[in-house]
């Protein structure tokens, strides 16, 4: 009997562990109402069925408990997200920004790895900080032909980034974006603090 109660017990964490959501700390900001949970993500890909959507959502929670020691920049580069890739981005169509893009040369290798983002997108703060808002999963043309099906990861279509030559998914786990979690720009996301800027259409 005690075996059969330890074993619904843990399906019961697993259940939650399946429904948990996506949030930010309270230091990042994140209010009550902009929680990533299943049926919000469920709203953004109405199409895949449940099962599918909590897969997803536990492939987001994996990816930001890999990036999370990263608020801190420095830590960040000496982890090998060092190669500044842009300038602070923003859309010249008023679509929101990006922030830089820092990027760990060694997961730019054609693949697409839950657990190898390639880039860390930083959105600049007052006094020189630099706040973690988003990773994005680039795929270069050279080892993924721009005239190939696009790849796919958490069930979203890569979108071509011709100005860069890569197919590139962009996934807003530390920063809420009204446009979606895997929209390019984020309009809560600006450029206004940094030093160095670049408005380009994505």
């Known amino acids: 009997m005690k075996r059969i109660t330890y074993l619904l017990t843990g399906l019961v964490v697993l259940a939650a562990c399946g429904e948990k959501a996506v949030t930010e700390s309270d230091s990042n900001g994140l209010q009550p109402g902009e929680i990533l ?3 919000k993500l469920q709203a953004e890909m109405p199409s895949m069925q449940r099962e599918g959507v909590l897969h997803i959502l536990r492939d987001l929670e994996r990816v930001r408990q890999i990036t999370a020691p990263f608020h801190n920049f420095e830590r960040a580069k000496h982890a090998g997200w060092s190669t500044q890739i842009t300038d602070c981005m923003v859309d010249p169509a008023g679509s929101g920004g990006m922030g830089f893009h820092f990027g760990n040369t060694q997961f ?12 860390l997108l930083y959105e600049p703060e007052p006094h020189g900080r630099m706040r973690l808002v988003a990773v994005e999963y680039v795929i270069p043309y050279t080892f993924h032909s721009r005239d190939a099906e696009p790849p796919v990861l958490f069930g979203q279509k890569f979108q071509q980034n ?17 446009s979606g979690i895997f ?3 984020n309009p809560r996301v600006n450029c206004r603090f940094a030093t160095s800027t670049t408005a380009m259409s994505h």
């Open 162 to 178: 011709d100005a860069f030559q890569l197919w590139g998914l962009h996934a807003w786990i530390w920063k809420a974006n009204p």
């Open 108 to 119: 730019i290798d054609g693949t697409a790895q839950v657990d190898r983002p390639p880039v």
């Open 183 to 185: 929209a390019n720009w």
């Open 37 to 39: 949970t299943a049926d």
